[in-house]
């Protein structure tokens, strides 16, 4: 019986190591286990930002987002909401435009920084300059959402997709992804959906 | 009379079994679906067919002979509509080679009047144009593509033997080129 369990145990290792290979692989972004990059991104108050600033987090939640994308418009006030919640709990919301705003001039870094004013953004707003953080996470539309989780051996990627189910109305949301995703992680429990999609504005680098 | 009784019965029970039926499927679809059906019948009558997941699918597995390029797109995404003249041109040289172009637009419904009916018609857009309006995304999103996570402009190219998706944006000479892997 002993032996059966174990045998399990290495077949779903095994397939688990098979699939986030392949995902790492088609995707070249990171998949659910991984240990994400730390970056050095300007904020819109003109200070870098780095993971490794926040020595009392529990873990971050990276959302690549931007101006100009109606969807990250429409969740931008659950982004606010996401980082009132959790920044207390030590899982500060950390957003990143990936833009390049040669190309997306209403993602420029003066932009931004009106936005940010506008809507009251509680967490760090930084540009992705030169468009290299991005990629290495994989993330290939806005608003795109990574949860870190802060271990010994890195801040490793817990979930990756949407904010929840519903982009149209908060109200009308049956599934928020993302807070499942981060009260299970601090509660030490397994994450039940780790990936998710949701239409958005890809990336224009 | 007892025949009569026991038939008045019947006819009762056929009736009762046909009204209730379609209320069960009323029960059956979701509050989402309702809402977005109760929305599109107050923005009084968008000029395009407007369906969630289930209702474009047939759209997404024809089997009739002609090669479909479904472009998924909206009127607030800048490099969809950079590319959307290349698939108006497609439509329009590729027709006797039993080609099809189809828009799915991914405009919010706010949008449907105010943006999207102005451009299609600005931009005399001859291409079949449709709505997808499914908040249900990371449902519907893998079942277009397992390997899609959502980033518009996106296609879908197939025929009966063949399908291929893509993730991208296209220049006229890409998509000409994956369109002739096609039809040659």
Known sequence: MKLFKILGLVALILTLGAFSAKFTSVDEGYAIGDVATDFSLKNVDGAMVSLSDYNDAKGFLVIFTCNTCPYSVAYEDRINALDAKYKQQGVPVIAINPNNPVKKPGDSFAKMKVRATEKGFTFPYVLDEGQEIYPQYGATRTPHVFLLEKTSKGNVVRYIGAIDDNYQSASQVEEKYVENAVDAMLAGKEIKVTTTRAIGCGIKA | ?184
């Open chain 2, 1 to 184: 009379m007892k025949h009569l009784l026991f038939s008045l019965v019947f006819i009762m029970m056929l009736v009762v079994g046909c009204v209730e039926k379609p209320k069960e499927k009323g029960e059956e679809s979701t509050t989402e679906q309702v809402y977005a059906k109760a929305e599109s019948e107050t923005s009084d009558e968008v000029k395009f067919p407007i369906y969630d997941y289930e209702g474009l699918k047939p759209l997404l597995y024809k089997d009739d002979g002609k090669t479909y390029v479904i472009n998924f797109w909206a009127t607030w995404c800048k490099p969809c509509l950079v590319e959307l003249p290349y698939f108006e041109k497609i439509n329009a040289e590729q027709k006797d080679n039993n080609v099809e172009v189809i828009l799915v637009s991914l405009d919010m419904p706010s949008m449907w009047k105010s943006r999207l009916e102005p451009y299609v018609e600005k931009k005399g857009i001859e291409s079949k144009v449709v709505i997808l309006d499914d908040p249900k995304q990371n449902d519907w999103i893998p079942k277009i593509d397992e390997t899609w996570g959502g980033g518009i402009p996106a296609t879908l190219i197939y025929n009966k033997d063949k399908r291929s998706f893509y993730a991208q944006e296209f220049t006229y000479e890409e998509l000409n080129e994956e369109l002739n892997k096609f039809i040659n």
